[in-house]
């Protein structure tokens, strides 16, 4: 009930389409009812008179004819237009689950993107939503029609003939139960098996990504066989589920034939009896056919339903983490300082609980300031970096500007401020243009080109095969790391925020790169205020301060002179 609740809230804005259909589909069962009466109509008036008065009604006889063409057509007609805007609403349904997974992975936290795996995601947002679909249409409507179909049939056999009527009841129980053992089976495998599925995406997509290393270090083998144990686990996992299913169909069928047998050998001696006519029995065989339909529908329906929930089941699971998250995220009404200082006060913060990261940092950048935050690797300086945009929150102390601590303010007006230069640079798969340009929405070419002369990316672009509309990225034309550097470089002096944050922007650099990077980002820190990791003496002797911090402490803070003339790691590793 709670799970169809939640599907048919994807089809509330359609509520129009969805009536219209099930007025569509009370029309088609009301014209299925008439279908065989023309027929029987005939077939009595034939065993009712002799020959001379057949070749009398001829006339009467084509007339029925007419009708009955005209019932089935109608009846063929309704049936479609109903079919048609059933799956039409289904398809825009989907597309709306869609856009809802796809909203909630946009504003994933950095976290729980850490904690996912990228196939899993990707299966859940684009197969797994078909189940809404399979649900509306097939679980829903189809259930509807049948149950329509079902009732008015028995109403209208019932007055005919009830003994008959009873033997054809007398199946839907020995289904049902069929239904409720498999029903449950068929779902918990069927969830199983798309779990399955989508860890062998999980690898196929790993593999991807690793290629390099993968082939560098010559392990093709060990992930072949990785990939066959997951492929295997996968092909029996869905084996399993077919296996159940072919059980159940295969009963349902054997109960459908015996009941068939039943009432046919009955039927035979109801007419024999006298109790029925002809023509009646014509329509109560239609009628009969007609209601192992729904029956069968309604079985197929269940198998269908059954593995369509567990897909739903996955999507809607993200999506009440996003509700969950939505709850804590309170947008915050505080309007942004303008020019302000950043301030870190008695910040603690851990991936893993009882694992701290940062311990009591406390740290002010005036604005305009440059600080480079040094120390040993896994020190915690990305962490640190990361909760300046809010990517992370701390566990206690805060993060402030302008003495307001950062969770007051809204996410986004907050990012709007915060320029982002990473070590790996990040380029999507279009051209040059559209990646300077994803700093700023609306920029034109001139601004793009202004930036990239900002950034000494000018050159090597023009240079390019296409120069600004040279496709990058995936597969596409290479960049050295510092051309890529400095397209980063570019898309941030586009952006032209307050705050600029950059994690070892050089340290991926050659000498000669490095140079042409550092004349870019002495331009780009002018009066902004700035937090760099660095490691590069080169690079640190362009920033105002530097942060030394060591295993999530502030161990040393101050001017390179000074941290010189103190002889802590500042000194060692720039000695070294
Ligand atoms: N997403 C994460 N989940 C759990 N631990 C993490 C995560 N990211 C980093 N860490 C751990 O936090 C510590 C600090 O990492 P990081 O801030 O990246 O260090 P640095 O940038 O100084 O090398 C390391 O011990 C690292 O293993
Ligand atoms: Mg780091």
């Known amino acids: 009930m709670r799970l169809w609740r939640q599907i048919l809230g994807f089809y509330r804005a359609d509520w129009l389409r969805v009536g219209a259909a099930l007025g569509l589909l009370l029309l088609t069962t009301a014209a299925a009812i008439f279908k065989p009466w023309p027929l029987a109509w005939i077939v009595d008036r034939l065993s009712a008179a002799d020959g001379s008065a057949i070749a009398d009604r001829g006339p009467?006889?084509?007339?029925?004819?007419?009708?009955l063409a005209v019932v089935h057509s109608i009846h063929a007609l309704l049936g479609s237009a109903q079919q048609a805007l059933v799956i039409h609403t289904g398809l825009r349904g989907l597309a709306r689950v869609r856009r809802a997974v796809f909203g909630w992975l946009l504003r994933i936290s950095?976290?729980?993107?850490?904690?996912?795996?990228?196939?899993d995601l990707i299966y859940r947002a684009t197969w797994d939503t078909h189940a809404f679909q399979t649900l509306f249409q097939q679980g829903l409507f189809t259930f509807i029609g049948a149950t329509l179909t079902l009732v008015a049939m028995t109403t209208v056999m019932w007055r005919f003939n009830r003994p008959l009527t009873l033997v054809a009841l007398a199946t839907v129980p020995i289904l049902l139960l069929i239904m409720r053992f498999f029903g449950p089976l068929m779902s918990q495998r069927a969830g199983k098996a798309q779990a399955a599925d989508s860890s062998v995406a999980s690898l196929v997509q790993q593999a991807v990504a690793n290629?390099?290393?993968?082939?560098?270090?010559?392990?093709?083998?060990h992930e072949a066989g990785r990939f066959e144990a997951s492929a295997d686990a996968a092909l029996s996992a869905r084996w399993r589920q077919h296996r159940a299913e072919v059980v159940y169909l295969a009963s349902v069928a054997v109960v459908f034939a015996l009941g068939t047998a039943a009432i046919v050998a009955l039927g035979a001696r109801e007419v024999a009896a006298g109790n029925l006519t002809v023509g009646r029995l014509l329509v109560f065989l239609a009628y009969l056919a007609q209601l192992y339909e729904p029956l069968n529908q309604l079985s197929h329906v269940g198998s269908t339903v059954s593995n369509a929930r567990a897909g739903a089941e996955r999507v809607l699971e993200l999506l009440a983490e996003e509700k969950a998250q939505a709850a804590n995220r309170q947008a915050g009404k505080t309007e942004l300082p303008s020019a302000a200082e950043l301030s870190f006060d008695r910040v603690n913060f851990a991936y893993t609980t009882g694992?701290?990261?940062?311990?009591?940092?406390?740290?002010?950048?005036?604005?305009?300031?440059?600080?480079?935050?040094?120390?040993?690797?896994?020190?915690?300086k990305t962490t640190l970096l990361q909760l300046i945009p809010r990517f992370l929150d701390p566990d206690s102390g805060s993060v402030n500007l302008g003495g307001t601590d950062l969770r007051e303010f809204s996410r986004e007006r907050l990012r709007e401020r915060v320029a982002l230069v990473l070590q790996e640079s990040l380029l999507l798969p279009t051209s040059v243009a559209e990646n300077i340009g994803y700093g700023r929405a609306g920029a034109t070419r001139e601004d793009i080109e202004s930036a990239a002369r900002a950034a000494n990316a000018h050159d090597f672009i023009r240079r390019l095969p296409q120069g600004y509309d040279t496709v990058v990225g995936d597969g596409a034309a290479r960049l050295s790391v510092g051309e890529k550097q400095r397209l980063n470089l570019a898309r941030a002096f586009l952006k032209d925020a307050p705050i600029l944050l950059l994690d070892e922007p050089t340290s991926a650099l050659d000498t000669e790169s490095e140079a042409l990077v550092l004349a870019s980002l002495r331009r780009l820190m002018q009066g902004r205020t700035t937090v760099m990791v660095a490691h590069r003496l080169a690079t640190l002797r362009e920033v105002d301060r530097i942060v030394v911090l060591n295993a999530g402490h502030v161990t040393e803070v101050g001017t390179a002179a000074e941290l010189l003339a103190k002889g802590g790691y500042f000194s060692r590793v720039t000695a070294a």
């Open 60 to 67: 009467a006889i084509l007339g029925w004819a007419v009708l």
């Open 110 to 119: 950095l976290r729980r993107l850490q904690g996912a795996q990228a196939g």
């Open 211 to 221: 290629l390099p290393l993968i082939q560098g270090f010559v392990r093709e083998r």
């Open 355 to 380: 694992q701290p990261v940062l311990h009591e940092v406390s740290l002010t950048v005036k604005p305009g300031e440059s600080v480079a935050l040094i120390g040993p690797s896994g020190a915690g």
